[in-house]
């Protein structure tokens, strides 16, 4: 006497659940894709409503606003000054190695401003904002930490002040 499984599926029934799968797994794809280009939106119109911000205190005579700028959660540092080799920070020296190892020498050279980690902002982890003075900055490197996806920044610039400060608030 031939005994069966007590269980029969028929390859329709297969077919389904790999079909299924299939499309649960291309979903979840879509959506982590959606997320990293919303983040990557949210980076640039950071960088876009900082430089904007610059920009409006240096064409102004006298200006100290502390401003407060959106960021994603995932960022925890907006850094500024400079990460070539010369510069060393001990307040935020794990900042400051992490971003010269993701960095190639052109970022370090011509960027001012970094986001950490620089893992998660993916290739909008440098850029370069013209119009700040970074000479007050101590030991050329300095960081302003993130958090609940915000910043804030006190942007200053006296009367004969040619560029806009970048301070702690």
Known sequence: MNKRGSIEISFGMIF???IIIAIIGVAVYAITTFMDFGNSASIGLFYND???TVD??????TTNKIVSFSLPNSI???CFGSIANGINSLRYETQLKELRRSSSGFQQQTNNIFLYPSVKAKDLAFN??????LTSIENGFDCF???SGKVIIRLSKGEFQS???VEHE
Do not use: P, T
């Not at 409006?56 to 005579?61: E, F, G, M, Q, R």
């Not at 370069?128 to 003075?133: F, L, S």
């Open 16 to 18: 389904s659940i790999i």
């Open 76 to 78: 925890e540092f907006v």
């Open 128 to 133: 370069k904002i013209n119009r700040i003075d």
């Open 163 to 165: 560029l806009v400060k």
């Open 50 to 52: 900082f430089q904007e």
């Open 145 to 147: 930490e993130a958090k």
């Open 56 to 61: 409006d205190i240096w064409s102004s005579a």
